[in-house]
């Protein structure tokens, strides 16, 4: 048997597609989230309070063409996971999953062993876990719902001879102490009340990532962008630290105690230099919490025009109409073979 080293220098080696996906309008989801929300609220003080926010479990049909753009921007992909609380998208009927490569993948397959943390609420415990997928290829890319291609990617872009392509810039880790922290609640549920806004303090998340990979200074800023993983690394992490993925995926809902798999899994390739970085490059964010409609509109152009390879939309419950009708004709333009 070939040297597990070389195995991962292949290029050759399959690449998957992991997208974690909630239909939070499902009424049975709703009344299980609530039931929980109350012991969750009882029990933790580092409750993120943006955790249970509604729009963190709003369907808004973002899916659809995220799987639809991975087919058509990168055909490579060899099976797109859909991680699910025993939910499936409508449209995702079983001649279409076949069609597509889409494989059904419930939290009870990634928590095998670990049923005490079910129900889980939380998008940062699921993706503690991602790599307990069954047959997960050596080499993924993992998508939130609402990230999309929007340009033709070739497996470079992500992997490059073992070694993981990541975009962001690096910043500095500034101590969270409870002054910052209690004024980081005071933002949130300001931003939330007359704003609209929901912050979910991914900075800490990344820096706490970045300081339990072994990184105590700096750390590599990442935007919302796909993530290109190494299977074994959070593998080889999680068997010399099972506390920590025990302590991690202990929480239902978000918690300012958590780091996330996925950036711990990049600065651990930083560290060991099994990293290639670059620049944010051709990423587009659209967001319907702050986006005017002029921004938006000068977005979607830029995406026409084939200026962007990574889009990510949020909040496209809170677009305006026309906004969110001319946004939707774009995509189903853009995802059309």
């Known amino acids: 048997m070939p040297a597990l080293t070389s195995i991962l220098d292949s290029q050759d080696l399959p690449i998957d597609a992991v997208i974690t996906w909630v239909d939070g309008d499902d009424p049975a989801h709703q009344h299980k989230r609530g039931l929980f929300a109350e012991e969750s609220v009882s029990d933790s003080d580092s409750l993120l309070l943006t955790g249970n926010d509604e729009t963190r479990f709003i369907d808004n049909g973002e899916i659809r063409f995220t799987i639809l753009s991975i087919r058509k921007f990168a055909p490579w992909i060899r099976t797109i996971h859909i991680v699910t609380d025993h939910q499936i998208p409508g449209f995702l009927t079983e001649d279409v999953r076949k069609k597509l490569g889409v494989n059904i993948v419930y939290h009870t397959h990634l928590f095998e062993g670990y049923e005490w943390a079910l129900p889980t609420f939380n998008s940062r415990t699921l993706e503690t876990a991602i790599w307990r997928i069954p047959e997960l290829a050596p080499q993924f890319i993992y998508f ?27 910043k500095s880790i500034a101590a969270y102490g409870p002054l910052r922290m209690r004024i980081n609640e005071v933002l949130n549920i300001t931003a939330r009340r007359f704003l609209g806004i929901t912050r979910s303090m991914n900075l800490l998340l990344q820096t706490k990532s970045a300081q339990k990979a072994g990184l105590q200074k700096k750390y590599y800023r990442i935007p919302h962008v796909p993530h290109p993983i190494k299977t ?35 600065h651990l390739e930083i560290k060991h230099k099994n990293a290639i970085l670059k620049g944010t490059g051709k990423i587009v964010m659209i967001n319907g919490e702050t986006d005017i409609s002029r921004v938006i509109r000068h977005k979607i152009q830029r995406i026409k025009r084939g200026r962007v390879r990574f889009l990510c939309i949020q909040g496209l419950e809170r677009l305006a109409e026309t906004d969110r009708n001319l946004l ?4 189903e333009e853009l995802v059309r073979d």
């Open 328 to 331: 939707h004709e774009s995509l």
């Open 232 to 266: 074994v690394t959070l593998q080889r992490f999680f068997a010399e630290n099972g506390d920590d993925f025990v302590e991690n995926i202990k929480h239902r809902f978000r918690s300012t105690e958590q780091f996330s798999g996925v950036y711990l899994a990049h």
């Open 144 to 170: 939130n719902d609402d990230f999309l291609l929007a340009s033709p990617v070739e497996p470079k872009h992500f992997f490059v001879k073992g070694k993981v392509v990541l975009r962001g810039q690096w």
